[in-house]
């Protein structure tokens, strides 16, 4: 029997629809399942009279693999590929590679990565998005971990994954240790903000302005023709747009409690630890809790009545400034969210290549989008770029978005309807641009309560200096000074 070039454990949506898209694209696979019968049912089912081996056992399935052998996971992230891991190395050979393409923390990627390494192996972590028809049709890949292996995978992943209309692969090797999975932590991220600002316009269209879903399946229709043109955009349209047998809108009647996996939770986290600004994502995490409390919501909304008032202007003119408001928060985000990556690679060491990843998101992903293609050639022009608000063309939308984004936000306020995505964007925007932020005055209190310290306008950065406020305390001050 000949040799398979890759082995996929875990036959679950993601797994059984990514090893039909290797498959079809010339490669043999070995599959291995825990529920051994899973095996089974696809070698009968969907695997059938394909180039797969069915194993029973993960030795079976490593046995009958090229050198070096590739085993890829796609199991619950955790414990389960952990567990794998023991299960997996001891049959393996010097230079075999392991692949972990679920939804891994990106700490645990970077301890995998040594472990394995030290053991004379090589690992690789891999996001993998787009869901069950990415698997299929070609997913966004973002591969990290041990360089060597890249050469080995690189045929396989760039030939499975999805390309951009200019026919180029949305996958390339993104870095060290856990890089791929960060990569994929913060497209999850971008993902839980550019939902909750498009949820954002859909609120103060149906309830600030009175439109139909068909009316707003219209706005979305246009607005995907735009500079808006996105999958997320795209599937809203066709959401706002879809009726049951019974002729009633199925999104009338989904209960308003949002769930989430953790990633945009991850992603808020990573931003503190770094002390990156990355506002717009923890928003959109904090709106999906603040929507899973249903319960305190209906109590409170017969006890806490806004003072509102209702939309008096012009619709269509509202209409237009809700679709620039959601581009300039949307450059926010990802502004945000590249600052993110640029502040972890420098703390781990990682080499990303900002416009490569902008690649990378172009096509498969949940967040792919010809905007995508704008960040792309930012970084192209100016690989050192610091802030997406900076690159000229960015700054051109948002400096001509400004008005709308403005009346936008007052008429959110003024009709009490809930916009903490776009309004944090636009806070973070009027922060970013400021000279002058009050800061001095938060660490005169630092200093006035904790002797803490703080820099002059009138000596060089690095020098510190202490006030004894009230005339009670002593000249020692604290020792750390943080920005």
């Not at 292996?149 to 949305?170: I, L, M, R, S, Y």
């Not at 979305?220 to 706002?240: K, P």
Request: contains cysteine; negative net charge; aromatic residues 10%.
């Amino acid at each position: 029997m000949a040799q398979m070039d890759i082995g996929l454990i875990g036959l679950a949506v993601m797994g059984e629809n990514l090893v039909l898209n290797m498959e079809s694209k010339g490669f043999g696979v070995a599959v291995f399942n825990r529920t051994v019968s899973k095996v089974d049912d696809f070698m009968n089912g969907r695997g059938k009279g394909k180039n797969f081996l069915g194993c029973h056992s993960i030795e079976e399935l490593c046995a009958n693999l090229k050198r070096p052998r590739k085993v890829m996971l796609l199991v619950k992230a955790g414990k389960a590929v952990d567990d794998f891991i023991e299960l997996i190395l001891p049959y393996l050979e010097p230079g075999d590679i392991i692949i972990d393409g679920g939804n891994s923390h990106f700490p645990d990627t970077i301890r995998r990565a040594q472990y394995v390494e030290s053991k004379g192996f090589l690992y690789i972590g891999t996001g993998v998005s787009g869901g069950e028809e990415g698997a299929l049709l070609g997913p966004s890949m973002m591969p990290g971990g041990s360089p060597a292996a890249w050469p080995h995978v690189k045929e396989v992943f760039q030939a499975v994954c999805a390309k951009t209309p200019e026919g180029e692969p949305c996958c390339d090797w993104v870095g060290e240790g856990g890089a791929g999975h960060f990569v994929k932590m913060v497209h999850n991220g971008i993902e839980y903000g550019d939902m909750q600002m498009i949820c954002e316009t859909y609120h103060l269209m149906r309830h600030g302005l009175g439109m139909s879903n068909e009316e707003m399946h219209e706005v979305f229709v246009e607005w995907n023709q735009g500079e808006l043109d996105s999958y997320l955009i795209e599937i809203t349209r066709d959401i706002l747009g879809y009726k049951n047998e019974e002729g009633q809108h199925v999104v009338d009647l989904i209960l308003d409690t949002a769930g989430q996996k953790g990633t945009g939770k991850w992603t808020a986290i990573a931003a503190l630890d770094q002390g990156q600004p990355l506002t717009l994502i923890g928003e959109a995490v904090f709106a999906r809790c603040l929507s899973a409390l249903k319960e305190e919501r209906v109590s409170a909304a017969q006890c806490l009545k806004g003072d509102v008032a209702v939309f008096q202007g012009d619709k269509n003119a509202f209409v237009n400034d809700l679709r620039q408001a959601l581009y300039a928060a949307k450059i926010v985000s990802y502004a945000q969210g590249f600052q993110l990556m640029r502040s972890a690679a420098k703390d781990y060491g990682w080499h990303l290549n900002y416009g490569g990843i902008a690649l990378m998101w172009r096509g498969g992903c949940i967040i792919r989008s010809v905007f995508l293609g704008k960040i792309k050639d930012a970084f192209a022009k100016n690989p050192e770029l610091v802030n997406l608000l900076l690159d000229p063309f960015f700054a051109d939308v948002v400096t001509k978005a400004q008005a709308s984004w403005r009346r936008v936000i007052a008429t959110a306020v003024n009709l009490g309807i809930p916009a903490p995505a776009l309004s944090t964007a636009l806070a973070y925007f009027d922060g970013y641009r400021s000279e002058f932020l009050p800061a001095n005055l938060l660490q005169a209190q630092r200093d006035y309560f904790g002797a803490h310290t703080y820099e002059r306008v009138d000596k060089p950065r690095g020098e510190f200096f202490h006030t004894n406020w009230t005339g009670r305390g002593g000249a020692t001050s604290a020792s750390t000074y943080t920005v």
